[in-house]
């Protein structure tokens, strides 16, 4: 079967050169032919490929409003449909679309806004391929009674897991120098809440801990902890004074363990925004048993954002507890069959649909680990093959070919 792609630089997208990369990973080159918008055939069969770094429905051009007037849209939009493609697939020519994310999972209504610019632009829903990060597509593409073909995708679980397995070899070690480990980079309200959180309860000393944006907080307002916490203004108030206050006088804003580099003009330190990549340098995981890890979503409807965050604790022998919308756990488990250690953690917090019950759920495990720290120890010495097991997992994630099949299934649906 050939694959008729049509991938014009100019109107096809931000991310145009991640769309060859991937055909190319994925197909023969004998199986392909590249097109741009002059197609003139009408008897092929053509998929329309159009590639985003963001959030394909917020880079929209044009969404109808008719149902909902708040959709997320970017007037500087990269998603365009030229009109002369749109023409071409209302004159005969048999177009397929399809519209990828392979870094983020997109708006929570991600389904409902690509099925309804389909019947905005009188294209068949069952021509459009949509495929970003986010583990409930299928679910919510249900719920909306739609037509469109949906795929979560893994390629870029697939890309750090074949980066730390072919640049790293650290071996298991059992004796390490704090319990926690929580790394906080762009500032949400999960990340400001756990932060908060470790000196609020005087545990700054068992986590080795960073908030490295924390230029952004905002000193006037404690808005962002009604994500976190209940309604009580009290609460909120008492807890971005602790913020306030340990911002103010630099308490763990960086990992105590990674070397930062110098600026050579300013004097002043760099941090580095890829968390993965300190990782592979520096193994700033060998040095705590158990990894909080603040996801980059935490309060989303109909979403589970699987990212890099998740899936390198378990490469680098440490027991993670996920601060992330409801379920993202209970998926890993049933995506992969990772061991979550049950026995010594209790995940129970992930199936808590209320997000702040939820975050008052996880900060009470917290304390109770804090009190069986010797009992972690032993579990670590007396474990290490559920843990090489873990890792065993996360390495072979970059063999699967899912996304490889769901790619060559892209084809025009009568």
């Known amino acids: 079967m050939k694959y008729n792609f049509i991938i014009d630089e100019k109107v096809s997208g931000e991310a145009w050169e991640d769309s060859l990369e991937l055909i190319d990973s994925f197909f023969d080159k004998e199986e ?36 909902n007037s708040d959709w997320p849209t970017n007037k500087n939009g990269q998603i ?5 493609i749109i023409d071409k697939y209302h004159s005969g020519f048999k177009i397929s679309f399809f519209i990828f994310s392979t870094d983020e999972c997109d708006n929570p209504d991600t389904v409902e806004i690509f099925s309804d610019y389909m019947d905005y632009l009188n294209i068949n829903q069952k021509h459009l391929y949509l495929s970003t990060g986010n583990e409930l597509l299928s679910k919510n593409k249900k719920e909306y009674n739609s037509e469109i073909n949906v795929n979560t995708n893994k390629i870029l679980l697939s890309k750090i897991s074949n980066v730390i397995d072919s640049s790293t070899d650290y071996t298991f070690t059992d004796s390490r120098d704090k319990l926690f480990q929580c790394y906080n980079n762009m500032l949400k309200s999960h990340r400001l809440g756990i932060y908060t959180f470790f000196n609020k309860e005087n545990l700054i000393d068992t986590v080795d801990l960073s908030l490295l944006e924390h230029q952004s907080f905002d000193w006037n307002n404690d808005y962002m902890f009604l994500d ?6 009290e609460t909120t108030k008492e807890w971005h004074e602790i913020a306030s206050k340990s911002i103010k006088n630099k308490i763990s804003l960086k990992s105590e363990f990674e070397i930062h580099n110098t600026n050579n003009k300013t004097g002043k330190q760099t941090y580095s925004t890829a968390l993965h990549e300190v990782a592979m340098e520096q193994n700033l995981f060998k040095h705590t048993y158990i990894n909080i890890v603040t996801e980059s979503k935490w309060n989303e409807k109909n979403t589970i954002h699987i ?44 199936s808590i649909e209320n997000h702040q019950l939820r975050f008052k759920a996880i900060t ?12 972690i120890i032993d579990f670590f010495k007396n474990n290490k ?6 890792k065993k997992i996360i390495a072979n994630i970059k063999n699967s070919n899912k996304d490889k099949i769901f790619w060559k299934s892209l084809t025009h649906i009568e």
């Open 32 to 67: 392909i032919q590249i097109h741009d918008c002059n197609i003139t055939n009408k008897e092929l069969s053509y998929i329309f490929v159009i590639g985003v770094r963001g959030y394909p429905s917020h880079c929209l051009n044009s969404v109808t409003k008719q149902k």
């Open 80 to 84: 365009e449909i030229p009109k002369s």
């Open 228 to 233: 976190v916490l209940d309604n009580k203004f």
């Open 307 to 350: 990212t890099e965050k998740s899936i390198v604790p378990f490469f680098f022998h440490q027991i993670p507890i996920i601060i992330a919308p409801p379920n993202h756990i209970q998926t890993m488990k049933n995506i992969w069959g990772l061991d979550f250690f049950d026995d010594i953690i209790n995940h129970d917090y992930d």
């Open 364 to 375: 009470e495990e917290i304390l109770r680990l804090t009190e069986i720290e010797n009992k």
């Open 385 to 390: 093959d559920r843990f090489e097991k873990n």
